[in-house]
């Protein structure tokens, strides 16, 4: 019998797997690779992306594991603020007065400042919300910020905007695969925060590409991860939980004390199949959107209007942003080096326009855009991949606050852990996979000190 199973190999599920190495655990992974939404490639200094690209900073529990795993990760350089709208690149200046320098209406323009100016207030409001206090346990910080303005959907919150208005505002709130009609205002407010605010939240990248940090943790469990092996059915007994796969076209079955399951919410509630009726009818209620991305590599060997950027929001495109993954290691480089990586991002919305469709016609959809807000991008492209994530990220509607309690209350010997948990993705994942690592540390070191109690209590009425 096993210590642990874990189940899933994303963030979460490596957080936990990296806490738990040192007992006796399995890693089940449905797909041919570790990661998740986790995904990148090197391509020399360079490194091509698909997945999660902002980390937290000092003090958080990715700073621990970055630490803890040798993983190097820098404050995200450049631009966050970029946007391209109606044949206007925009690069730098105040936000606020975007709508003075993009070619759009009177009414568009009046609209967006009033609009503009409630979030900018709501912003200020959030920053405090979310602001941790001493000696706070996250989990009541994350239920502060789901409580945040969820009384109300972003477009509720904004009131009805002139298209172009409402295209401004639409890329940096669709970030999660929400829209403004479906996510609560307070979870649109915390993706402004997160731009508008820089040192605040989500603000670093891994030096080498995301993947460095997934591929480096699972290196180091070796055989103990196991590829291909698509769970099915998770039994919890009175004293140990029954985990059955299928790997290689073949059913398996597998018995440990504990298991963590890592895996999206709507997952976790199939496979759990005796799960506490009230958590698994919370986890039928998270919702999710699709994510659509494509990474980009070109060999140009000038400079570039994205050199000093990291985010370009890009408004009735087939993506909502442009990031410029080379960014970090270009803000190194004493000489501009050749060549440059970009990824597009389609969640939700966009994303559900392309998802159906092949990978060859989403590099051209998206390759058209790109020429039209970098003239000539097609010609210096040497790589171009595409990545389908139909169960992107979970997004914040109205209501979900209240499924936070159940969703974080005991489940006997399963443990939930995943980025759907919380509102801070790649931090949330490997802070839920922490906490469950620590509680099931918890329960096998009570064990451990039982067993001992017990062989020496034998020892005693033996004499």
Do not use: C
Not at 20 to 28: E, P, S, T, V
Not at 43 to 59: E, I, Q, S, T
Not at 402 to 410: A, F, H, I, Y
Not at 429 to 435: R, S
């Amino acid at each position: 019998m096993k210590d642990v199973i874990i189940i899933g190999s994303g963030l979460a599920g490596l957080s936990a797997a990296w806490r738990l190495k040192h007992h006796d655990i399995l890693l089940l992974e449905s797909d041919d690779r570790v990661g998740g939404r986790v995904r990148s490639e090197r391509r020399g200094d360079y490194w091509l992306n698909w997945g999660g690209h902002l980390y937290a900073g000092p003090g958080s529990a990715t700073d621990e594991l970055f630490k803890s795993v040798g993983t190097t990760a820098l404050p995200v350089p450049g631009i966050l603020s970029a946007m391209s709208l109606n044949g206007k690149l925009l690069l730098g200046g105040r936000v606020e007065l975007y709508p003075f320098r993009v070619p759009m209406s009177w009414k568009s323009r009046f609209a967006m400042m009033l609009a503009g100016a409630k979030v900018r207030a709501a912003v200020i409001k959030y920053s405090k919300v979310a602001k941790k206090r001493p000696a706070e346990d996250y989990r009541v910080q994350q239920q502060r910020v789901l409580e945040f303005m969820s009384d109300r959907t972003f477009a509720e919150f904004t009131g009805e905007l002139p298209p172009d208005a409402d295209a401004i505002f639409r890329p940096t709130v669709s970030r999660s695969t929400g829209s403004p009609e479906t996510m609560t205002a307070g979870s649109g407010i915390g993706y402004f925060n997160l731009i508008w605010n820089k040192s605040e939240g989500l603000s670093r990248n891994i030096l080498g590409g995301p993947s460095t940090l997934t591929n480096t943790i699972a290196t180091t469990l070796g055989e103990r991860v196991q590829l291909n092996a698509k769970v099915f059915e998770v039994f919890q007994k009175e004293d140990s939980v029954v985990v059955r796969y299928n790997q290689d076209g073949v059913e398996r079955e597998e018995e440990a004390r504990y298991a963590v399951l890592a895996t999206p919410a709507p997952i976790t509630k199939k496979i759990a199949v005796n799960m506490d009726p009230e958590i698994s009818n919370a986890l039928g209620k998270i919702k999710y959107g699709p994510h659509v991305s494509a990474a980009f590599l070109t060999n140009e060997t000038g400079p570039q209007v994205w050199d000093d950027v990291y985010a370009f929001a890009t408004p009735k495109r087939s993506f909502d942003i442009i990031l410029h993954q080379s960014n970090l290691a270009r803000s190194m480089e004493t000489e501009r080096q050749r060549g440059s990586s970009l990824m597009t991002f389609s969640p939700g919305e966009s994303g559900r326009r392309l998802i159906d469709k092949s990978d060859e016609e989403i590099i051209q959809i998206y390759l058209k855009d790109l020429n039209e807000i970098f003239p000539g991008f097609s010609d210096n492209v040497v790589e171009a991949h595409v990545n389908k994530f139909p169960l992107g990220s979970a997004y914040v509607f109205p209501g979900r606050e209240k499924l936070q309690p159940l969703l974080t209350k005991s489940a006997g010997r399963l443990f939930l852990a995943g980025d759907y948990l919380g509102t801070y993705y790649t931090e949330t994942a490997i802070q839920t996979g922490f906490t469950a690592a620590q509680n099931v540390n918890s329960l096998l070191e009570f064990g451990v000190v039982e067993s001992q109690k017990e062989k020496k209590f034998k020892a005693v009425a033996s004499n």
